[in-house]
């Protein structure tokens, strides 16, 4: 279920929305209730390496020592 970033073209409000299909209509601004919205490319799509620590963070993957 991917959440999609858009910013309303009529008065400039951001927000995201979540989309349980591709089927799903395009989200109304919740602020001033427009449909003239668009999708904006979302950094949140790009992780640091790591493994997420449940808290919304990331932590460094354990790395096994090296024998030598």
């Given at each position: 279920?991917?959440?999609y970033e858009f910013a309303c073209k009529k008065c400039?409000?951001?927000?995201?929305?979540l989309f349980l299909s591709q089927d799903d209509?395009?989200?109304?601004?919740?602020?001033?209730?427009?449909?003239k919205v668009e999708k904006l490319i979302s950094a949140g799509s790009v992780r640091p390496n790591?493994?997420?620590?449940?808290?919304?963070?990331?932590?460094?993957?354990a790395?096994?020592?090296s024998g030598g």
């Amino acid at each position: 279920m991917p959440i999609y970033e858009f910013a309303c073209k009529k008065c400039g409000q951001e927000f995201e929305a979540l989309f349980l299909s591709q089927d799903d209509p395009d989200p109304t601004c919740p602020k001033c209730q427009s449909k003239k919205v668009e999708k904006l490319i979302s950094a949140g799509s790009v992780r640091p390496n790591g493994i997420p620590t449940g808290s919304g963070g990331f932590k460094a993957p354990a790395c096994a020592p090296s024998g030598g």
